[in-house]
């Protein structure tokens, strides 16, 4: 069932990453609290894309190699759930929340400013990795409908407008250099990909 | 720690919440602290300090209180009289709570939410009875409240088989959606032969609009833990999981401290409570399928493969994690054992309707006044929900439809709201109890167009294992968006019907089951306005921009296109 592949170094290594990269120091402490139990698949899967942001294909090949299971199942495991981004990330993001509630106070709405303003669909990240829009099914704050998430900060009661506002802000906000030269107004200042 | 250590504890623990003359509860779950509850906090800590009140008021970071779209939400309760709630409460007017009311004993009349409200007096906390009332990291609070009593006694003086019979006793259903009669479910679990045996929470509450699983596991993680405990001694297991959705970090975090701290106090673990029993609870993270929250797709995820349901029976009563008997229970139905071991089934058996008993949480969303969480009464009617604890409509507008049971259930119209709502009179509408999202529409909603919402989210999250629902899906969402640009034709209609119908009675799962769902009941409740987005093209709510035309009318559109086109260039 598993298609043989060159053996690379990492493979024949298992036990340190050759890479000497520390992240995958953290993959391997879940790897052995879970004594590398196949089933703890997705739970490997979580701490690799905690340490890294996402799930680049070599990162795959190392938890199927050291988990001994096909890269086929893990690619498979990790594409099936939405939770697990096999794209980097842009610096800054921003979730919005689609459920119920917020469809029926108009989150489509926002989703469709943010769009325009960024010329990217949701679910992509700006072509300098810049900004991400993603859409969530439901963050559980139904009562703050429309709910969204910019950068970590949980925002509720959002319009088109102040949405805009919140990300600009955020996208600009995190860099310095940019609030310097556009101290006052740095909403309107930022320069739109 | 045993029975006698318990009570010691709670002992304690009452007499150092009773030094205090004055409590302030801030409530810190999501919605609160999106609304800037954490800076209230410290406010009331500051506000504390600076007056030197240390050693007579203190300050609790709660779990949820219920009325989530006017937090942040702050309780004060002093000895000896009723608990008062403050609504939005600014970092400034904390100060001024301290300064007047916890102080002075003169409550601050501008926050002031009145006790009186509805929304408060029409609701029964059963399961919720703790949330809001103590600090869901503190095992403390909890053992102050009666915390793991029930459990003790379940070990102590009950057998296995007297659990289950208890539970059957109270008429306990499943809080998942289906309904399924827990105690039934217990035993079948308990009767099946073999020596390893799992418990199971669904905490993977993936309809968008409820938040009630979330809450009360970050509100009051322990009642769920203790309720897994009695279960896994009533059908004889020794493991547990709780399956946290991915996006409920908070909630998998608490729950994390609860279970650490349980085990550190013999209250989980090897030996719970000096007896034989030996009960572990493990986490696992769901990471964003919708699908999961069908039994056998959450056993498969937990088992670490793709959430892909398998076809029942076996049923995981007889063979689910790993082959063993499994049983499978929504967080809220964990949440309600306790207070029927502690209370009795004769107790719980008096709330409800005859065939539905006990309390439903309800997450009210939408175009309500009050949005929140709720507790309440099975028969309760829509009206008391959405006009009376709801405060029903903002702005004037009049109600259209109450949506409930998320992608698998269907809008309830106006003509309905006098029905009671428990499993059976929702079914009979043609929508499910759920797990108990409410979402309230008004006249601003475009039916078709709510339809398509769903459709879409049941396409997107379609696992792609069975062909009816697979596909069937994505032709259902293709023609309703047809309906709601303006290009479908009455064929369009007929088929949508009949697709319906194919993909409910061939899918595998409870999802392909009830994705038709949404689009029958808007079909046989509001038909005229698929009809006018058909025959007239036209939306009366105003949602859908009606821009395209059926493709038979094409040939005399597109010349008027061109023009239309032209005029604008020049």
Redesign the interface.
């Known amino acids: 069932m598993q298609p043989p592949r060159p053996r690379t170094q990492r493979e024949v290594v298992p036990a340190e990453h050759p890479s000497g990269d520390p992240r995958f120091a953290l993959i391997d402490r879940t790897l052995k609290r879970f004594r590398f139990q196949q089933d703890a698949l997705i739970e490997v899967l979580h701490t690799a894309q905690e340490a890294f942001g996402f799930l680049e294909e070599d990162l795959l090949l190392y938890v199927a190699r050291q988990l001994k299971l096909p890269p086929s199942w893990v690619y498979g495991v990790a594409t099936f759930y939405h939770f697990f981004s096999l794209k980097p990330q842009g610096e800054h993001n921003c979730i919005v929340c689609m459920g119920t509630a917020c469809y029926v106070r108009r989150a489509a709405e926002i989703v469709a400013a943010l769009q325009d303003a960024y010329g990217i669909e949701a679910g992509h990240t700006t072509p300098d990795g810049k900004f991400s829009l993603n859409t969530a099914r439901c963050l559980g704050s139904c009562g703050l409908a429309p709910v969204l998430i910019v950068d970590g900060e949980v925002l509720g009661r959002e319009t088109p407008e102040s949405t805009l506002a919140a990300v600009n802000a955020a996208v600009a906000g995190m860099s310095p250099a940019r609030v310097a030269v556009t101290s006052n107004g740095a909403e309107e200042e930022v320069d739109l990909p | 720690m045993n029975r006698a250590d318990l009570q010691t504890m709670a002992q304690r623990e009452q007499e150092k919440q009773g030094k205090y003359r004055c409590r302030l509860l801030c409530c810190a779950s999501?919605?609160c602290?999106?609304?800037g509850g954490a800076a209230v906090q410290q406010a009331l800590e500051d506000a504390i300090k600076e007056q030197d009140a240390n050693a007579e008021v203190a300050v609790v970071s709660t779990g949820c209180m219920g009325p989530?779209?006017r937090?942040p939400v702050v309780t004060v309760q002093i000895q000896g009289e009723n608990d008062v709630y403050y609504e939005n409460v600014t970092p400034e007017a904390a100060r001024q709570i301290v300064a007047d009311h916890a102080l002075n004993g003169q409550p601050v009349q501008e926050k002031l939410l009145p006790s009186d409200l509805p929304f408060f007096a029409k609701q029964t906390k059963v399961v919720l009875s703790n949330s809001g009332l103590i600090d869901p990291e503190r095992l403390e609070d909890y053992v102050a409240r009666g915390g793991y009593l029930a459990l003790a006694y379940a070990l102590r003086e009950m057998s296995p088989e007297d659990v289950c019979t208890e539970i059957s006793k109270s008429g306990l259903r499943g809080r998942g959606g289906a309904g399924y009669p827990s105690g039934l479910k217990w035993d079948l679990v308990r009767k099946a032969p073999d020596d390893k045996k799992y418990v199971v929470a669904n905490g993977d509450?993936?309809?968008?609009?409820?938040?009630m699983d979330?809450t009360l596991m970050e509100s009051d993680p322990h009642r769920v833990l203790e309720g897994m405990a009695i279960a896994g001694y009533a059908v004889g297991a020794d493991q547990g999981f709780i399956y946290v959705r991915?996006?409920?970090p908070v909630a998998a975090k608490r729950l994390e401290r609860a279970i650490r701290a349980a085990e550190r106090r013999g209250l989980l673990g090897s030996r719970v409570l000096d007896s034989s029993f030996s009960f572990r609870i493990d986490i696992?993270?769901?990471?964003?399928?919708?699908v999961c929250g069908e039994e056998t797709a959450l056993m498969a995820?937990?088992?670490?493969?793709?959430?892909?349901p398998v076809p029942r029976p076996p049923y995981p009563a007889q063979s689910g994690l790993w082959g063993h008997p499994t049983l499978i229970n929504n967080v809220e139905t964990f949440g309600n054992i306790v207070p029927i071991i502690e209370h009795g089934a004769d107790w719980y058996a008096a709330i409800g309707t005859e065939k539905s008993k006990g309390t439903k949480i309800f997450?009210l969303?939408?175009?309500v006044e009050n949005?929140?969480?709720i507790e309440v009464p099975m028969g309760i009617t829509l009206r008391e929900i959405v006009f009376d604890i709801g405060g029903g409509i903002p702005d004037g507008r009049e109600f259209k439809a109450a949506?409930t049971g998320?992608p698998s259930g269907g809008c309830i119209p106006a003509q309905f709201l006098d029905t009671k709502v428990d499993y059976e009179s929702l079914k009979a509408l043609g929508s499910i109890m759920g797990s108990g999202?409410l979402?309230?529409?008004d006249d601003q909603?475009c039916m078709p167009d709510v339809a398509k919402?769903?459709m879409e989210?049941c396409m997107d999250e379609s696992?792609g294992k069975c062909v009816p629902c697979r596909v069937g899906t994505v032709q259902m969402y293709r023609i309703l968006q047809r309906i709601t640009d303006g290009s479908a034709t009455r064929q369009d209609l007929q088929n949508l019907e009949e697709l319906c119908t194919m993909v409910r009675e061939t899918s595998l799962c409870g999802l392909g089951q009830s994705a038709p769902n949404p689009v029958m009941s808007t079909l046989r409740y509001f038909r005229e306005e698929y009809e006018d987005h058909i025959n007239r093209r036209t939306c009366e709510a105003g949602v859908c921009e009606m821009t395209e035309v059926p493709v038979l009318e094409l040939v005399e559109e597109l010349p008027r296109r061109i023009r239309a086109a032209a005029i604008r260039n020049q």
Do not use: N, W
């Open positions: 999501t919605p602290l999106s609304s989530c779209s937090g509450e993936g309809d968008p609009g409820a938040y979330r991915g996006e409920y696992r993270i769901g990471a964003g399928a919708f995820s937990i088992m670490g493969r793709r959430g892909q997450a969303a939408g175009k949005t929140g969480l949506q998320g999202g979402i309230v529409m909603s919402f769903f989210f696992c």
